[in-house]
């Protein structure tokens, strides 16, 4: 007889039930951020905001103003910036006797906007691309994590100078460099990631491009004239941007021969300030040459973050730069550019530097 014919005379046939398993649940293992410490005798500074509290400071804010005047000022302001009355115990601009506060005329917050997550920027400090992209980002009030590949310098032996009397020097990139290379074959900068923009599929090249995804995406347009954002675009952008940043020196583009390798896998520092301060850049700069990611909390005049920081800071005088520094709990916010320097100098290296940097 066949089978057919036994199933079929069968008045009900049911499969043996099997034994059914459950897969287990893997929860992915996150990665811990290295543990660090600050200088045993690291004290952080008094407050003493707009002061020159050191010599030191002459040089970078000489400099740094070279910087600001040759840009005239891109990126100080929000677009749209107003004036506005003061608020008992809030930010406030003082203004000889009368107590002023300011805010965007165009812009909504960074929620309303669809700003959840800070944008992700693979730059190099130098470069005058980054820079314009930096200074639009102030411009619109959006925070930024920067993803700094500076430059590292690896001296060849003394028997290798390609025919000349000067050791060879071999440079290559640094930081994320190599986290940007896996994502996308290339080591060039800016590229621009959006994480609060699922439609953008992967990330973006060229300052050019970035900008103007930033303004289609983040600001009103048609609620100003796009003739007033000359500055950000264009030869004269590029040129000044230039002269910016040789004035610098090209400070933070060269990784300190002394930084610790895990740098990268630091949570990422907040700073507070913006592009164009010149008390700021030196912060900013350190940063770089370290090869720590940050996230710039733009402070533009204007900006929504001004009231924030003054709140953070304790109800003290609003002062940029400031920082908030997650890898060591309890350091609280820290003020006064050489403090901060002389901070990261002391908690992110493994010996003293071998290079002036």
């Known amino acids: 007889m066949s089978l057919y014919a036994v199933l079929s005379a069968t008045s009900s046939f049911e499969l043996p039930s099997l034994p059914t398993f459950e897969l287990p649940t893997f929860t992915p293992v996150q990665k811990a951020a290295p543990k660090v410490s600050p200088p045993v005798d690291f004290e952080p500074a008094p407050r003493a905001p707009l002061s020159v509290t050191s ?106 100078t390609r025919g000349g009397t000067t050791p060879y020097v071999k440079k290559s990139r640094g930081g994320f460099s190599d986290e940007l290379f896996e994502k996308t074959g290339r080591r060039t900068m800016p590229y621009l990631e959006d994480p609060n923009n699922q439609a953008m599929n992967g990330g973006m090249f060229e300052s050019e491009d970035i900008i103007d995804y930033l303004l289609e995406t983040y600001s009103p347009v048609g609620d100003y004239d796009p003739k007033a954002l000359w500055t950000f675009r264009g030869q004269f952008a590029d040129f000044t941007a230039t002269i910016s940043t040789i004035a610098r020196g090209l400070a933070g583009g060269t990784m300190q021969s002394n930084a610790r390798t895990d740098n990268a896998d630091m949570r990422p520092i907040e700073l507070y300030g913006y592009e164009c301060s010149p008390f700021v850049k030196p912060v900013r700069e350190k940063l770089c040459e370290l090869g720590l990611p940050h996230v710039i909390v733009p402070c533009s005049r204007g900006s929504e973050n001004r009231a924030k920081l003054v709140e953070l800071s304790g109800g003290e005088q609003f002062q940029v730069p400031q920082i908030v520094d997650p890898n060591v709990p309890g350091i609280g916010v820290l003020a006064e550019g050489d403090s901060v320097v002389e901070y990261l100098e002391g908690t992110y290296t493994m010996t003293p530097a071998t290079t002036t940097v």
Do not use: H, N
């Not at 669809?114 to 411009?139: A, F, H, M, T």
């Open 55 to 160: 010599p030191s400071q002459l040089l970078p804010l000489l400099t740094g103003s070279v910087g600001l005047a040759a840009r005239l000022g891109s990126g100080a302001f929000v677009l749209g910036w107003s004036p506005t009355g003061a608020d008992e115990g809030g930010y406030s601009l003082s203004v000889g006797p009368v107590k002023l506060s300011d805010s965007s005329s165009v812009l909504a917050s960074a929620a309303d906007r669809g700003i959840k997550e800070p944008l992700v920027l693979y730059e190099y400090e130098p470069s005058p691309y980054c820079k314009k992209v930096r200074e639009v980002c102030c411009l619109l009030d959006i925070p930024v994590l920067c993803k700094p590949c500076p430059i590292v310098e690896q001296e060849v032996p003394k028997a290798s």
